[in-house]
Antibody, heavy 123, light 106 residues
Framework: EVQLVESGGGLVQPGGSLRLSCAAS????????MSWVRQAPGKGLEWVSVSSASGDSTFHVDSVKGRFTISRDNSKSTLYLQMNSLRAEDTAVYYC????????????????WGQGTLVTVSS | DIQMTQSPSTLSASVGDRVTITCRASQSISSWLAWYQQKPGKAPNLLIY???TLESGVPSRFSGSGSGTEFTLTISSLQPDDFATYYC????????FGGGTKVEIK
């Protein structure tokens, strides 16, 4: 059974940093691209970042480019999101999600999702 | 960037109704369009991919159609479990989600 468990969320001041983790199990982690998707309170979904299966290729949306970095440790089956220079508008539940298409990273749907971790940016 | 626009943003309907949600892309995405259902406090659930292919386990009352820039999600006979928010997602170039359509009880 595929399981994705996010952690690392919490309250942080504007300008601060946070690192999210997503521990994966139940599938061969190194075969799948992984993404972070966020959802601000009461708002819609915003796709944030993607990592290829190997971690060699990544992409971030413009709203987080230069501030957030996605990475992964395939030996630990764990996905990360390093978030720096946080802003109030980054407040959201952050989900990690598994690509439905093995080894496809730049055009995929997201079949399995974690339960999410809440990041609150406030002074 | 590819923008995705859903309409309506809210839809009031009754059990048994036929419901249609529209999603428009700012440029052609061929058939690289997916639909998700999300219930409050839960992660999204993939319903349809490649515009019209049902994900395994999804009831046949859900259907999708369209190509290019205009797509629809149809629920043929709304059931109590279907009251939720629905999102479209393009995956022609990375990913973009639409703004969502909340299906509420009339």
């Amino acid at each position: 059974e595929v399981q994705l468990v996010e952690s690392g969320g919490g309250l942080v001041q504007p300008g601060g940093s946070l690192r999210l983790s997503c521990a994966a199990s139940g599938f061969i982690f190194s075969n799948y691209a992984m993404s972070w998707v966020r959802q601000a309170p009461g708002k819609g979904l915003e796709w944030v970042s993607v990592s290829s299966a190997s971690g060699d290729s990544t992409f971030h949306v413009d709203s987080v480019k230069g501030r957030f970095t996605i990475s992964r440790d395939n030996s630990k089956s764990t996905l990360y999101l390093q978030m720096n220079s946080l802003r109030a508008e980054d407040t959201a539940v952050y989900y990690c999600a598994q690509s439905t298409r093995p080894r496809v990273w730049d055009s995929s749907t997201w079949g399995f999702w974690g339960q999410g971790t809440l990041v609150t940016v406030s002074s | 960037d590819i923008q995705m626009t859903q309409s309506p943003s809210t839809l009031s309907a009754s059990v048994g109704d036929r419901v249609t949600i529209t999603c428009r892309a700012s440029q052609s995405i061929s058939s690289w369009l997916a639909w998700y259902q999300q219930k409050p406090g839960k992660a999204p659930n993939l319903l349809i991919y490649k515009a019209s292919t049902l994900e395994s386990g999804v009831p046949s009352r859900f259907s999708g159609s369209g190509s290019g820039t205009e797509f629809t999600l149809t629920i043929s006979s709304l059931q109590p479990d279907d009251f939720a928010t629905y999102y479209c997602q393009q995956y022609n170039f990375y990913s973009t989600f639409g703004g969502g359509t909340k299906v509420e009880i009339k």
